[in-house]
Each structure stands twice: as C-alpha cells, then as structure tokens.
C-alpha cells in the first residue's frame, strides 16, 4: 500500500474548497487528471470514499468532512518546517504564521497586526478577497485579512468597519478641503476596482453615488489600492477608499473626509477552520485597539 503524499493532500484541500475536480486542478496550476488521479489514490490508502462524483459538482462525504481540518493541519505543519529548521538553527523557535490581505491592508492595517503578532514569525502574502479566502481553505495560509463577510462561518469575524474618504489629485479644485460632499465630487471619473476582483468595495463605492441619486461616471477599473492611487495621482480621476489608507501619505494625492460617510466598510478576520491556532480572538483584539488608537472607529 503506498503511503499518503503532500501532492495528494493538497489535491484533497482543493477538491474540497473548489467543490469541482476542474476548479481545483486551476487553482493547482494542474491538468484535472493529476488531481482525479491524486484524490483517488487518496481514497485507495484510505479505504473510504472522500468524494460523491456528480455531473456538475463534486460533494464531500461525511469521512471526508472528518478528514478536512486535520489534513489542513498536516498541510500547514509540512510547509512551516523550512522555517522551523532556520528558527532551531538560530536558537530562537517561535510560532509561525501565515497571514494574507487584500491590498487595502498594505502598510498601515498590516503593520499594525505585525506588532501585535510580534512574537511570532509572519509571512505575509497578498491577493483578492476570493482569492485570500480560497488560500486559508486550502491551507495555503492559516489566516486573511479581507473586506467580506460571511456569516454562516465561526471562523470569520468582522474586527471593526471604517468610513470611506475622498483621494484627490494633489493639484484638483478640491485639495486642501478637510471634507467633501458627494454632490461636489458627483461629475468626477472615478478609478475604482474591478467589480469582478473587490465587489464589495465596488459596491460600496457605486451605492455612494446611487444614495445620491448621482451616476457614477469611471475613467479605470483596476485590482488594487496602488493602482487606484497611482491613477488619481496622474489625475485620471478621484476615488473613495478606507480612511485607513489615509493614514499613510501618498506621493501626488491627497485625502478629505467625505461628508455624512457612515462605517460601512468591513475589516474581516477568516482563519482555517475551527480556527486551529486560535488566531481569531487575538487578531480581532488587536485590530479594534489599532482601530480605536487610529481614530478608525467611534
């Protein structure tokens, strides 16, 4: 009987998150057959049946629910052992951490939970809200730091919710005004994310204007904060974005409080399933004191 492999149980994760063998070879960066292959030798060594086949999607039986969050932890202790071994080299052994954020997080958000988490050893990554979530199922990460929410799941947490402001072009009619209306910035492009890519903030930012009763008229659409601010500057147009991306200055842009905001823009905490580290409590903590000290929240 062969013995269980790293390639099988990343297949398994996969499978299993994606609910679809096509899916999970894609996000594998694989041919579907490897993985058909992986997950049926899977179930050989096992003697159990993980997954009931159907024409189009692919449902986890009962023993492959059981199995789920422990193969996420031999998944997640396989892939800390590099660092492990560095960490016995130097003589200083510390809990690591794999965490992930969308871009709205990078640096002020990050860099805050960084302190917080300052005893142990991060690697931190970025990417898409879906895309982030989709890495904690997998185990790619042990926990992310996006803006959606989800409230079926125990595992997923909103820490706190900001206000948008306005970012403007250093030289725009407006800079130097501590806040603007929504009717003065009504007739502007707007650069703002694909809707594909950051729906909520999409949404967000178009439900603005709808309250209004204004058109929201946009000049880019792009998959990240950096870009978003990068075109501002170049003054392709305005944005609304976090006020916790005001906290860091901006070369060519400048921000202003948008009047009558309310918070509404969500900052989530998702860990792996059953939150196996307990990551959860420590990191919403830390994330409303980083808040509060911010002035991010009432």
Same mark, same amino acid.
């Given at each position: 009987?062969?013995?269980? !492999?790293?390639?099988?149980?990343?297949?398994?994760?996969?499978?299993?998150? +994606?609910?679809?063998?096509?899916?999970?070879?894609?996000?594998?960066?694989? /041919?579907?057959? $490897?993985?058909?292959?992986?997950?049926? #030798?899977?179930?050989?060594?096992?003697?159990?049946?993980?997954? +009931?086949?159907?024409?189009?999607?692919?449902?986890? &039986?009962? =023993? =492959?629910?059981?199995?789920?969050?422990?193969?996420?932890?031999?998944?997640?202790?396989?892939?800390?052992?590099?660092?492990? %071994?560095?960490?016995?080299?130097?003589?200083?052994?510390?809990?690591?951490?794999?965490?992930?954020?969308?871009?709205? &997080?990078?640096?002020?958000?990050? /860099?805050?939970?960084?302190?917080?988490?300052?005893? *142990?050893?991060?690697?931190?990554?970025?990417? !898409?809200?879906?895309?982030?979530?989709?890495?904690?199922?997998?185990?790619?990460?042990?926990? @992310?730091?996006?803006?959606?929410?989800?409230? *079926?799941?125990?595992?997923?947490?909103?820490?706190?919710?900001?206000?948008? @402001?306005?970012?403007? $072009?250093?030289? *725009?009619?407006?800079?130097?005004?501590?806040?603007?209306?929504?009717?003065?910035?009504?007739?502007?492009?707007?650069?703002?994310?694909?809707?594909?890519?950051?729906?909520?903030?999409?949404?967000?930012?178009? #439900?603005?204007?709808?309250?209004?009763?204004?058109?929201?008229?946009? !000049?880019?659409?792009?998959?990240?904060?950096?870009?978003?601010?990068?075109? %501002?500057?170049?003054?392709?147009?305005?944005?609304? %974005?976090?006020?916790?991306?005001?906290?860091?200055?901006?070369?060519?842009?400048?921000?202003?409080?948008?009047?009558?905001?309310? *918070?509404?823009?969500?900052?989530?905490?998702?860990?792996? $399933?059953?939150? $196996?580290?307990?990551?959860?409590?420590?990191?919403?903590? /830390?994330? +409303?004191?980083?808040? /509060?000290?911010?002035?991010?929240?009432?």
């Amino acid at each position: 009987m062969s013995e269980v !492999s790293l390639k099988q149980l990343r297949c398994f994760l996969a499978v299993y998150s +994606e609910g679809s063998f096509t899916k999970a070879a894609k996000s594998l960066h694989m /041919a579907q057959s $490897p993985v058909s292959q992986a997950v049926a #030798s899977l179930e050989r060594h096992l003697g159990e049946r993980l997954f +009931e086949r159907g024409p189009r999607e692919v449902v986890p &039986t009962a =023993a =492959a629910r059981g199995l789920y969050p422990e193969v996420l932890e031999l998944r997640r202790r396989a892939d800390s052992l590099p660092q492990l %071994v560095v960490d016995m080299r130097d003589g200083t052994k510390t809990q690591r951490i794999r965490l992930g954020g969308v871009s709205s &997080t990078f640096p002020a958000i990050i /860099a805050g939970v960084l302190t917080a988490l300052a005893d *142990h050893s991060i690697v931190v990554s970025d990417g !898409s809200s879906s895309g982030l979530t989709r890495a904690v199922d997998n185990g790619d990460i042990d926990a @992310c730091l996006v803006r959606e929410f989800s409230s *079926h799941r125990p595992d997923e947490r909103i820490a706190f919710r900001e206000k948008l @402001c306005v970012a403007l $072009p250093r030289g *725009h009619r407006l800079a130097g005004r501590r806040d603007v209306g929504v009717e003065e910035i009504s007739d502007e492009p707007v650069v703002l994310f694909h809707r594909s890519f950051a729906p909520v903030a999409f949404d967000l930012v178009a #439900s603005i204007f709808i309250e209004h009763g204004r058109t929201m008229r946009t !000049s880019a659409q792009v998959s990240n904060e950096q870009s978003i601010l990068g075109l %501002v500057a170049a003054g392709m147009g305005i944005t609304l %974005v976090p006020e916790s991306v005001a906290l860091q200055p901006w070369n060519g842009v400048v921000f202003a409080a948008l009047a009558e905001a309310r *918070h509404t823009y969500p900052l989530t905490i998702r860990t792996a $399933p059953g939150d $196996p580290l307990g990551l959860l409590d420590p990191l919403t903590s /830390a994330l +409303e004191t980083w808040a /509060a000290d911010n002035r991010l929240i009432a």
